[in-house]
């Protein structure tokens, strides 16, 4: 993935700015990997998020997405498809991590082990399922090769319109822990003009 990104121009972080960056006078746009909080188990493996963030520097505006809501359809089936390989590979359920939940958590648990046989909305909060090193790597190369167009479309979202300027193309929030990140500058003669009126 390490030459894809490069190529679009972005370079690694650092501890202030985590991830890969590209950054001008005028944007800059960041994304990363966020892996599963709850880390990873020999039964159901583990999974992971790529976020992108675009700013537009000069607008103090910025937009944040998953990539599952960047991607084309057919790039979300392969994702369905990949996930749901690495679902049948798992050995199964803990009968002993199940016991130990409480009985309102037992059947989150066991979803983990279910085949995604509905295509998720674009909104949903859908991960990347890994068990393996296989898997890892076969991420690496699904990542680099939808990044190009999944970039393009991160800054995309982003637009305005008059004034005061209007963010447009926003992907909604429709499940919870979808985090969203919204900055809406208003122009500066906008606060003159509160400020007179005041």
Request: aromatic letters at 12%.
């Amino acid at each position: 993935m390490q030459p894809v990104a490069r190529s679009l121009g972005f370079k690694p972080g650092n501890v202030y700015v985590p991830g890969w960056v590209r950054e001008s006078a005028q944007e800059r746009s960041t994304f990363w990997f966020q892996i599963d909080r709850y880390g990873f188990d020999k039964w159901s493996g583990g999974q992971f998020w790529v976020e992108f963030i675009y700013n537009d520097l000069s607008r103090q505006a910025s937009i944040r997405n998953r990539m599952w809501a960047l991607l084309d359809d057919l790039s979300r089936r392969a994702v369905v498809h990949m996930n749901n390989d690495v679902i049948a590979s798992q050995p199964g359920p803990s009968h002993e991590i199940l016991m130990s939940l409480p009985e309102l958590l037992r059947s989150t648990y066991l979803n983990l082990f279910k085949p995604i046989t509905d295509m998720p909305p674009s909104g949903h909060d859908l991960g990347f399922r890994y068990a393996t090193k296989a898997d890892a790597t076969a991420w690496g190369d699904f990542i680099a090769s939808r990044l190009p167009s999944v970039d393009a479309r991160s800054s995309g979202l982003l637009i305005f319109r008059g004034e005061p300027y209007v963010q447009a193309g926003l992907l909604p929030d429709r499940q919870p822990g979808l985090r969203r990140r919204e900055a809406l500058a208003e122009p500066l003669q906008l606060s003159r003009r509160a400020m007179l009126l005041g």
